[in-house]
């Protein structure tokens, strides 16, 4: 069955350096979404990522936040200077185009897990 | 702005029992409905989805969950629980199927032997 995959599965870094995740969605699927879940809290929205655009984001995904589809297979998620708030386990899910334009439900990746010291 | 409420952060069950997670979403219109579960080190797995149409809805994994538009409810059931069951389980709403999702903060299932 096809699934979504994330690299790396964990991530330590110094406050202030840049980071970035991959992801790989599922072949067929054209809608991307990042999600995160800070430990002991719920899994929060940042954005999702349409036709090479941004279709939304939320009040998190600040300037410090940029997602990219670099080539005909990856999804990015980059962090430019990371704070020690940043560390989350962060999930990307990819979606479907239906029929008259319509979306599936989302697929998530395994996370990767970033930790900010 | 829509929200969801897991008020069960942990459940202990005996294998074989019957379960039933909670859930409660607040939102203006017909919401899109779903359950995912998270075993430790796994992402989100999808168990099931409610659209519109019968509210007793069927997932993989012997899961079920109904939907009440009276009570604001979606709660998840299965009728005998297995130790491979325990896992995180989070209920989500959106606006449509592709929507952001805004998940519930988890109940965290625990099976004894």
């Known amino acids: 069955e096809p699934e979504v995959t994330q690299t790396p599965s964990h991530q330590v870094t110094q406050m202030g350096q840049e980071v970035i995740l991959r992801c790989v969605p599922i072949?067929?699927?054209?809608?991307f979404y990042w999600y995160r879940q800070i430990l002991g809290q719920k899994v929060e929205f940042l954005v999702s990522?349409?036709?090479?655009?941004?279709?939304?984001k939320s009040e998190i995904f600040d300037d410090q936040f940029s997602v990219e589809r670099p080539d005909g297979s990856n999804f990015t998620l980059k962090i430019r200077s990371t704070k020690l708030e940043d560390s989350a386990m962060y999930f990307c899910?990819?979606?479907?185009?239906?029929?008259?334009?319509?979306?599936?439900?989302?697929?998530f990746g395994p996370g990767t897990r970033l930790t900010v010291t | 702005a829509q929200s969801v409420t897991q008020p069960d952060i942990h459940i202990t069950v005996s294998e074989g029992a019957s379960l039933e997670l909670r859930c409660n979403y607040s939102?203006?219109?017909?919401?899109?409905l779903f359950w995912y579960v998270q075993s430790p080190g796994q992402g989100l797995q999808l168990l099931l989805k409610?659209?519109?149409?019968?509210?007793l809805v069927q997932g993989i994994k012997g899961f079920e969950a109904e939907f009440k538009r009276s009570q604001s409810s979606f709660n998840l059931r299965k009728p005998s629980v297995h130790w491979s069951d325990a896992a995180e389980y989070f209920c989500?709403?959106?606006?449509?199927?592709?929507?952001?999702?805004?998940f519930g903060t988890g109940t965290r299932l625990a099976v004894r032997p």
């Open positions: 990522f349409y036709n090479n655009e941004i279709s939304e």
């Open positions: 989500a709403v959106g606006k449509s199927s592709g929507d952001k999702l805004t």
């Open positions: 409610y659209f519109s149409g019968d509210t």
């Open positions: 939102y203006g219109a017909t919401p899109y």
């Open positions: 072949s067929n699927h054209l809608y």
């Open positions: 899910a990819s979606s479907e185009v239906l029929q008259g334009a319509r979306l599936s439900e989302q697929y």
